[in-house]
């Protein structure tokens, strides 16, 4: 079992200490929707592939116009995607939502159901989304895996997988189940502040000596410096060889150009001295 305690300490320290305080959308929903189950899957299901402060536009705006479920599933899919217009694939996404209001509503009787079996029948939600549900909506324990907690999760060295999914079965195996409802918010945060995708924030990290990925770019940075050293003194030596043989070059060509005037002027040279004689004669 990995023990999560410090590592979410540490990790919530650096977010603190660097200004990264800023919610994400689901704790945001979670906090200023009074954690309403609907509201929640329908962020999670707009947040995919959609930047968070784009997923809270598009909730607000949404949600102003129709008041829940039952709104939704009578609400004509092009005044949906009018509200969400903001989210990516929010042409899918539109039809996709108002299927599930039409299932919450008919199927559920306008409640969410508070279990992963039934969540996942819903169109559209996948265990990410089912988990995240359970995690925001009803505090049930659950691992919501998504590209930030993949990824931190790797480079930490907590697992050693190739998907999301894989990294869903190996956290809930090791991961004591104390930290499930905790984990995802602040993995999430860390991974869009500090543990970015591309160039991460590694000055404003607390992890790195424990970080597989921080080893790795610095053995790399090491060896770039080496190489781009070899190269600077390569390039000394290879100028220098360049220099030598072009005098020589010169060199040669001086030698070539006298022969060439030793020729040429021969013959004169030869008549002058026949010349003198004569008019010594």
């Known amino acids: 079992m990995h023990d999560l305690s410090r590592l979410i300490d540490r990790m919530e320290s650096a977010l603190n200490a660097n200004d990264f305080l800023r919610l ?16 929640i899957l329908i962020g999670t299901i707009l947040s ?5 402060e784009n997923t809270t536009k598009a909730i607000i705006r949404l949600f102003k116009r129709f008041k829940g479920a039952k ?12 509200e969400i217009s903001c989210v990516g694939f929010y042409n899918v996404k539109a039809i996709r939502i108002k299927e599930v209001a039409r299932i919450i509503e008919e199927k559920f009787q ?3 159901p508070d279990n992963e079996e039934e969540l996942l029948k819903l169109p559209g939600v996948g265990r990410k989304t089912a988990n995240c549900v359970l995690v925001y909506a009803f ?4 691992i919501p895996v998504d590209t930030h907690v993949h990824r931190i999760s790797n480079r930490l060295g907590l697992v050693n997988t190739k998907t999301p999914q ?4 190996e956290m809930t195996k090791y991961v004591d189940k ?9 993995f999430v945060r860390y991974g869009q502040n500090i543990c970015l995708p591309k160039r991460p924030k590694c000055n404003h990290c607390n992890l790195t000596n424990m970080c597989k990925y921080y080893a790795e770019m610095t053995i790399t940075e090491g060896e770039e ?13 290879k100028s220098n060889r360049g220099m030598k043989e072009k005098n020589e070059r010169r060199g040669e060509q001086y030698k070539s150009n006298i022969t060439i005037e030793k020729r040429i002027h021969l013959p004169h040279i030869r008549y002058f001295i026949l010349f003198g004689i004569c008019i010594a004669n």
Do not use: C, M
């Open 166 to 169: 894989e990294t869903e079965r």
């Open 178 to 186: 104390k930290y499930w409802i905790k984990l995802n918010s602040t």
């Open 48 to 52: 995919s592939r959609t930047r968070d």
């Open 225 to 237: 410096r080496e190489r781009e050293r070899e190269r600077e003194r390569g390039g000394d030596d």
């Open 71 to 82: 709104d939704i599933s009578k609400a004509d899919p092009e005044d949906i995607k009018e």
């Open 24 to 39: 994400t959308a689901l704790e945001d929903l979670h906090k200023n929707e009074g954690g309403d189950p609907f509201k």
């Open 110 to 112: 306008g409640k969410v």
């Open 139 to 142: 505090q049930k324990s659950a």
